[in-house]
């Protein structure tokens, strides 16, 4: 009998936050998204991605996590204290003005570390963001967030499968500061 070809999953490494800070983002975007329509991220799905990597099989996952425990990894303060709205794709997400040397070296490393598992890298500059909501049905007029500081002291590698409701995400793998 033929094998099952083995099952895909859709995947990106992402800096993923404890409780604490989910709650606190969790806030500042129902305050961000008040009075806008669009479609919110819900509060269990806030994240910063670091690298998107679409459907892998077994094999490129354990070649990405490979990759992903060799980078060296310091713990870092991250501030996010802009909202941007982005019209080319109507979405509006809260960001760092200032990319911490941490989290640049991090990004850039998984970025080219994955090139090894046959991964396309991303052209475009890292920018670290939250997307707090999609679909806005025009440019919100108050731009100006609380800056909330995140210690970031790991990273990890997280599951979404979408479905019609939308993206159900799930942490697989994590990576904590060395
Ligand atoms: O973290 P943000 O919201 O910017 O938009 C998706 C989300 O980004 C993005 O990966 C994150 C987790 O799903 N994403 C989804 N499909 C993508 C694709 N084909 C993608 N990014 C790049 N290419």
Same mark, same amino acid.
């Given at each position: 009998?033929?094998?099952?070809?083995?099952?895909?999953?859709?995947?990106?490494?992402?800096?993923?936050?404890?409780?604490?800070?989910?709650? $606190?983002?969790? !806030?500042?975007?129902? *305050? &961000?998204? =008040? +009075?806008?329509?669009?479609?919110?991220?819900?509060?269990?799905? @806030?994240?910063?991605?670091?690298?998107?990597?679409?459907?892998?099989? $077994?094999?490129? !996952?354990?070649?990405? *996590? &490979?990759? =992903? +425990?060799?980078?060296?990894?310091?713990?870092?303060?991250?501030? @996010?204290?802009?909202?941007?709205?982005?019209?080319?794709?109507?979405?509006?997400?809260?960001?760092?003005?200032?990319?911490?040397?941490?989290?640049?070296?991090?990004?850039?490393?998984?970025?080219?570390? @994955?090139?090894?598992?046959?991964?396309?890298?991303?052209?475009?500059?890292?920018?670290?963001?939250?997307?707090?909501?999609?679909?806005?049905?025009?440019?919100?007029?108050?731009?100006?967030?609380?800056? @909330?500081?995140?210690?970031?002291?790991?990273?990890?590698?997280?599951?979404?499968?979408?479905?019609?409701?939308?993206?159900?995400?799930?942490?697989?793998?994590?990576?904590?500061?060395?």
């Amino acid at each position: 009998m033929p094998s099952e070809p083995s099952a895909r999953e859709r995947l990106f490494f992402a800096l993923w936050p404890g409780p604490t800070v989910r709650a $606190a983002l969790a !806030r500042q975007a129902r *305050e &961000a998204c =008040a +009075g806008l329509r669009g479609r919110p991220t819900p509060a269990d799905n @806030l994240h910063v991605t670091l690298a998107f990597l679409g459907d892998l099989d $077994a094999e490129r !996952r354990a070649c990405m *996590e &490979a990759v =992903a +425990g060799r980078l060296p990894f310091e713990p870092f303060d991250l501030v @996010l204290d802009r909202l941007e709205y982005v019209p080319r794709n109507r979405i509006l997400w809260l960001g760092a003005g200032e990319l911490p040397m941490p989290l640049a070296r991090l990004a850039g490393g998984l970025n080219a570390g @994955l090139r090894e598992c046959g991964h396309e890298p991303e052209r475009r500059p890292f920018r670290a963001h939250i997307t707090l909501m999609r679909k806005l049905d025009r440019p919100p007029r108050h731009l100006a967030p609380e800056p @909330l500081a995140w210690h970031v002291d790991g990273f990890a590698l997280v599951r979404s499968r979408l479905a019609p409701e939308g993206a159900h995400y799930e942490v697989v793998a994590r990576w904590p500061a060395g």
